[in-house]
């Protein structure tokens, strides 16, 4: 009696289980095509048929279906027009006279492929740079990173921005990954859908004492050759400015004693011919006296009256003598005077 009993429970349990209508989830992917699956708590025991529509438009079967064990338990259809997410999208799943509808809002539900193109590198400011790229840049991020191995560190970036930078990263092991969701102001929600991690980069190594990132590593390496390098070229030139006299000569000039009269033309380094140009070389040049002779003695050799040319270059210059003061004898004579003469007579 009491196995007859069991025997109905669970026949009556089997058929309420065969009865249950599956529960359909789709996801809009990579804004790519339309991901819907109805095993989500269990894999169906038949093979569904799965139909599909927006508004106002015919109802089309599956082009491709996902199965396990040879039983249908998802559909893969295409992403016709960027606005079908914004649509009432309506599902159908038929297996004889049984059928179970479903209408679907996906404006949410949009869940975007891992990021690619993962890097991570050490820039010329010294900080640690994570880029990335995704299919669309209405979307938000998140990075996340450990040390050595240690508890992860998540943080988020903003909608449009493709990049992370990790301020002066220490000598140590970072892993680090990011993901991406739909962004509020796009039709995504606190409730989107993030995708899936990217695959980890790796920059540095966990032995800081031996192991040290390539770029700390070459920096430590080159600083002091760069130091060393730097004072012997200093060295050198103090050297070369104590021992040579020119250079100290043309880089530090010889500045006159203030107690004593400058000599200007020993301070200034005239060459030698400029030096003897400023000499005097002017020749001797004759002079010419004419006297003038009264007629009450006109063999006296005495001159009360005279004027006299003298010219330093041809000698051919003379001085204009009134002819109304000049009697009609005149007696010359021509000599030439010595400079000591002619100072005492212009004396």
Not at 113 to 127: A, E, I, R, W
Request: proline share 7%.
């Amino acid at each position: 009696m009491m196995a007859t009993r069991l025997l109905l429970f669970l026949c009556l349990t089997g058929h309420v289980f065969a009865k249950e209508p599956p529960d359909v989830e789709c996801l809009v992917m990579h804004l790519e095509y339309i991901h819907c699956s109805w095993n989500k708590s269990r894999t169906p025991e038949v093979n569904y048929t799965f139909y599909s529509w927006l508004p106002y438009k015919t109802p089309r079967e599956c082009p491709s279906y996902f199965s396990e064990n040879s039983i249908n338990t998802g559909c893969k259809q295409p992403y016709l027009q960027t606005g079908d997410r914004f649509s009432d999208f309506n599902t159908k799943l038929v297996h004889g006279n049984d059928s179970y509808e479903k209408k679907h809002e996906l404006k949410e539900r949009v869940k975007f492929n891992p990021p690619y193109k993962v890097t991570v590198q050490f820039g010329l400011d010294s900080n640690l740079w994570l880029n990335w790229t995704q299919i669309s840049h209405c979307v938000e991020s998140q990075v996340r990173y450990r040390i050595n191995s240690n508890a992860w560190m998540t943080y988020p970036v903003r909608a449009g921005i493709q990049n992370y930078c990790i301020n002066l990263p220490s000598s140590a092991l970072y892993e680090l990954q990011v993901r991406s969701k739909l962004e509020n102001h796009c039709g995504g929600s606190q409730n989107s859908f993030w995708s899936d991690w990217s695959e980890p980069v790796f920059w540095g190594s966990k032995n800081n004492s031996t192991d040290t990132p390539h770029m700390n590593s070459s920096m430590s390496v080159w600083t002091p050759v760069l130091y060393a390098l730097g004072a012997f070229i200093l060295i050198l030139l103090v050297m070369m400015l104590l021992h040579h006299e020119r250079i100290r000569i043309i880089l530090i000039p010889v500045v006159p004693k203030p107690s004593l009269p400058p000599n200007v033309e020993d301070w200034f380094q005239f060459p030698k011919g400029l030096k003897e140009s400023f000499k005097d070389n002017e020749r001797p040049c004759p002079v010419r006296e004419y006297c003038h002779v009264p007629e009450s003695d006109s063999e006296s050799s005495d001159c009360s009256t005279c004027s006299g040319t003298t010219d330093q270059t041809d000698c051919s210059v003379s001085i204009p003598v009134n002819e109304s003061d000049l009697p009609t004898s005149y007696s010359s004579s021509t000599s030439t005077v010595s400079p000591e003469e002619e100072k005492q007579d212009s004396v």
